[in-house]
Nanobody, 120 residues
Framework: QVQLVESGGGLVQPGGSLRLSCAASGIIFSMYDMGWYRQAPGKQRELVATITRGGITDYADSAKGRFTISRDNAKKTVDLQMNSLKPEDTAVYYC??????????????WGQGTQVTVSS
């Protein structure tokens, strides 16, 4: 059974930094593409950053230049370093594990989320 446990959220002032971490269990971590998504109140969940099994990263435009996603296959963790945080980054951040079954089908697993609040 896939388990994803996020940590590192909290309250930070604008311009500050936070590092989110997601610990995975119950999976062969190196076979999964991993990602971070977020959902603000009243809004749909949106992609923040992804990192493939091979280490290729991709970012939402809002995250480029400020956030960095990384993974450690030995520790089965994926981190999101967030710098220069803005109030609009306030959201619940979710860890995602995606397993590609076929060329057109995949399976998603989600963590419980961690709250990030950017406010003075």
């Amino acid at each position: 059974q896939v388990q994803l446990v996020e940590s590192g959220g909290g309250l930070v002032q604008p311009g500050g930094s936070l590092r989110l971490s997601c610990a995975a269990s119950g999976i062969i971590f190196s076979m999964y593409d991993m990602g971070w998504y977020r959902q603000a109140p009243g809004k749909q969940r949106e992609l923040v950053a992804t990192i493939t099994r091979g280490g290729i990263t991709d970012y939402a435009d809002s995250a480029k230049g400020r956030f960095t996603i990384s993974r450690d296959n030995a520790k089965k963790t994926v981190d999101l370093q967030m710098n220069s945080l803005k109030p609009e980054d306030t959201a619940v951040y979710y860890c995602n594990a995606n397993f590609r079954i076929t060329a057109t089908a995949s399976r998603d697993s989600w963590g419980q989320g961690t709250q990030v609040t950017v406010s003075s």
